[in-house]
């Protein structure tokens, strides 16, 4: 080859980046775009289950296969996003113990280390199962951060020369003749760090070739270039609880059902799911009787979740594909694989290739295989390394140092930063200023949301996925605005640009930052609004008090009407301070009383 | 046998504090039983009447004269303009609040850079008014990240405040900790404790002037994050400004809010002063009674203890405070179970908009014009029982900055009526 392909990797989830990361790795000039933040489909709306392949043992054992494989590779070269809790499967007395001896074969014939524990055993484990459960599975399932882990894969493939562009939406595609040449993009944002609005315009990406991996979305990429992608849209709730109610993953011990999942995540437990095909993959309904059902359904295996605090719900989309020859009317029933659609020989369209389907525990799996068959096309013969080397923050982390002295910070927030950083702690957490917290539920401080800005720009939503802030029990409420100020205030120790992009000498611009601080308050709204009962309600009345009483945030003149200042009380001499004692100020003041 | 009084004000908020004061001062013999810390902490200290209609229409500049027009279920409109008005006096009487010498709102800064109308302020927040067209200068503390000043200069000068406005950041003297809570600042401002400042001990108050004094330009104001003492925070704002020259006002926060703690202080001093009984620290849990409330029960270390009174006032918050409370099936008042308004669908209970119009800040019991709570069937629930501030239904304080006064308002008017019945 003359020169070095160039591929354009369209979708931000797990899947896009683990394939830019891949080509990348492999010396191929990558640019991805991400019509949102990075993992805002799919990706950013998950249980954060890493699968053992334990829940596919029975009906799908070529992904309960593949599942056990990567579950491997990403505690290796993902230590730092990867909790292993272990997972239960429980069977209670109705279940059939039929399906009970299916699975454990299951999980036998799949290499799935399972074990059967008794009822007591069990209830040793994990204190809160209901006392009647008959007895259940062990198997290693664990828990994994989604955001974290797609965050490093794009870090890893910038540090291989990859240009990633978030917030760039797809317009179209370049077709020429019948072959795809590139993508136009419309940016939400201009080129780099996300400034809001300031500097936006479109952009033709010409590339060699052009990898879409959109996930639901794919039919969308696939219209624009005359192809018929069938994706199967198929909705899933899932419900976040205010601490962690168990510590491994808990599954139910039946075929598929709804709501048979608990997944202990970081300082939470998130309750899931459901199945349902949608038409739309952006737009659908969020009922309140699905919240209902996962709360009533969850507390046959865990009772006391009937009276805890849920935080938020959300929804996502599951990018569900198959062949077309199946025709399966239940989406339980179409297989959890992936499918590589090469349109040149499906479509006679040359230089695309879509990926549909899979699963997030399988994303590198996947982008191992469309690596292949883009290097394949250039006739490259580079080897995938990207189940060997360790994603940035996990290089080298084994030991959990004691980072409370080393920089002043209380112990517990300290081991969780530390716990979020991995190997990067101490790039991160060393600043010469002082370190306070600016989340206090979720143990965030300055330097780690500075270290976030640094990274994805104006977007305070791409800094709540980077570190968790906000994402705690008060959703938010106590500390959005000392995260809009960290945004005003960046600069002091690691300058992110002149003025002229929407920064000013010492951050962003007064503006931006108020547009960032509102989209966050909204997108943190959104998902509390399906948990608004008893503690969290009282929670959202305090949150609305906080921002619209102290502050009168929702009706700030900065963004409203004009104010004429000279109407209101200018105060009285007695009530300006008693400073003309010393001095006199022309403020006519008089000690008066 | 039961602990008896003429009237039982069960709440130790600012309604609380003002039916029982209001109740003490017509000679009832008073006594109020209040549970946890009030709100008063997690508010900022100010004393909104009315900055915007219902409607959104505002800043008001004169809340009396937009109050007759309020919606019937509106608790202002069950008490009438008038009450409001002797109400903030009894208020102004026991507080050194300033604004009362005007019907006029006061726009104050807030710590996240808007303004906010409101019509008594503390003296210390006085210096720091949006309408006084002086320079201004605030000063943030590089470790509270609460208040960060050159931010909310920024923010201000974007609402078109009528004066220049500028931010610093500077080291809080002394070596306090990243994450000291703000009562640790108040209490070293407060007893003027030695700090070390570049090896040398300095007391507090002189350490902050002198790292503040060079970053003055021509402003003859400064504002500090509401942290300026406890005890002593007319001492310390006192020695600032003879030190530093100009005027120096807080800019109240978020919780825990030390304004609204010296207010809470100030209210439980005047009760004392009025003869009532207060006890702090245990629930209401309970009630026996038909028509009339009998009697109510006090949970202490397991047992209930029965307290009687004539009269009884309510005065337990809404949903912050717990004094109304909600489930998956509904919304209920926890101690009399008085009903609460509510739609039997959840998802109507609130907007999709962040500042959306939300039923749930509504949310709350509705009254005859004596403040009794009405049932189902629009009769009185209990003769003998009253319902004031944050229990009370029928408005938005949030979305019209009414909180405080209709705390207030409804508070004396609660206690007024009940002294009334038992003289």
Known sequence: MASTPHVAVIGGGSTGVGIARDLAMRGLDVTLVEQGNLTHGTTGRMHGLLHSGGRYAVSDQASATECIEENRVLRDIASHCVEMTGGLFVKRPEDSEEYFEQKLRGCEECGIPAEVVSREEARAMEPHLAKDIDKAISVPDGAIDPFRLVVANAADAQEHGARIETHSKVTDLLVEGDEVVGLEVEHDSGPGERVHGVESGREEIRADYVVNATGAWAGRIGDMAGVDIEVRPSKGVMTIMNVRQVDTVINRCRPKGDADIIVPHETTAILGTTDEEVEDPEDYPEEQWEVDMMIDTLKELVPMLEDARTIRSFWGVRPLYEPPDVGSDDPTDITRDYFLLDHEERDDLHGMTSIVGGKFTTYRMMGEEISDHVCEQFGIDAECRTADEPLPGSEDFSVLRDYMDEFGLRSPIGRRSVERLGSRADEVLKTDGPNPTVCECEGVTRAEIQDAISQSGSDLNAVRIRTRASMGNCQGGICIHRMASELHGVGASDASGGSGDGTSAGGYDEAVVRRAWDELLQERWKGQRHALWGQQLSQAMLNYALHATTQNRDNDPAGGDAVDFSAFDTGTPSGTGAAATDVATDGGATDGD | ?423
């Not at chain 2, 109740?23 to 902490?41: D, H, I, M």
């Not at chain 2, 406005?165 to 809080?172: A, S, W, Y």
């Open chain 2, 1 to 423: 046998m039961a602990i008896e009084s003429e009237v039982l004000v069960v709440g130790g908020g600012l309604a609380g504090l003002t039916s029982a004061l209001a109740a003490a001062r017509e000679g009832a013999e008073v006594r109020l039983v209040s549970y946890k810390q009030s709100t008063l902490r997690q508010a900022s200290g100010l004393v909104d009447l009315l900055g915007y209609t219902p409607d959104g229409d505002g800043p008001l500049t004169d809340p009396y004269e937009a109050i007759p027009d309020l919606p019937t279920e509106h608790p202002y409109s069950t008490v009438g303009v008038d009450t409001v008005r002797e109400a903030m006096d009894l208020f102004d009487d026991v507080t050194d609040y300033a604004g009362g010498h005007t019907d006029t709102n006061a726009l104050v800064p807030t710590h996240g850079g808007t303004v906010k109308p409101t019509a008594r302020y503390p003296r210390s927040a006085a210096a720091g008014l949006a309408s006084d067209d002086r320079d201004l200068l605030l000063v943030g503390f590089d470790s509270m990240t609460d208040f960060d000043a050159p931010h909310a200069a920024a923010h201000l000068e974007a609402a078109g405040v009528p004066f220049d406005v500028r931010g610093e950041t500077i080291r809080f003297p002394g070596d306090l900790r990243a994450d000291a809570k703000v009562t640790r600042y108040a209490k070293l401002l407060d007893t003027n404790g030695g700090v070390a400042v570049r090896g040398r001990e300095r007391p507090a108050r002189e350490a902050l002037a002198q790292r503040v004094n060079p970053l003055v330009d021509d402003e003859q104001r400064v504002g500090f994050p509401a942290v300026l003492g406890d005890d002593d925070h007319a001492g310390v704002r006192a020695a600032l400004e003879s030190k530093m020259g100009v005027d120096v006002f807080e800019v109240p926060m978020g919780p825990p809010s030390l304004p609204g703690l010296r207010l809470e202080d100030r209210l439980f001093a005047a009760l004392d002063a009025a003869g009532a009984s207060i006890e702090t620290g245990n629930p209401v849990v309970d009630y026996d009674g038909g028509g009339r409330v009998e009697r109510v029960y006090v949970e202490k270390n397991g047992a209930e203890i029965p307290m009687t009174a004539d009269q009884y006032v309510l005065a337990t918050g809404g949903l912050v405070g717990k004094g109304v409370e909600s489930d998956r099936e509904g919304v209920y008042e926890p101690i009399f179970d008085c009903h609460v308004p509510h739609s039997d669908d959840r998802y109507d209970w609130f907007d999709t908009d962040a500042f959306g119009d939300h039923p749930f800040a509504g949310f709350g019991l509705r009254t005859d014009d004596e403040l009794r709570p009405l049932g189902t069937d629009e009769a009185v629930e209990f003769e003998n029982l009253r319902a004031a501030g944050s229990v009370l239904g029928g408005y938005d304080f949030a979305a019209e900055k009414s909180g405080s006064g209709v705390s207030i308002a409804t508070g004396y008017a609660a206690g007024t009526s009940a002294a009334a019945e038992v003289r």
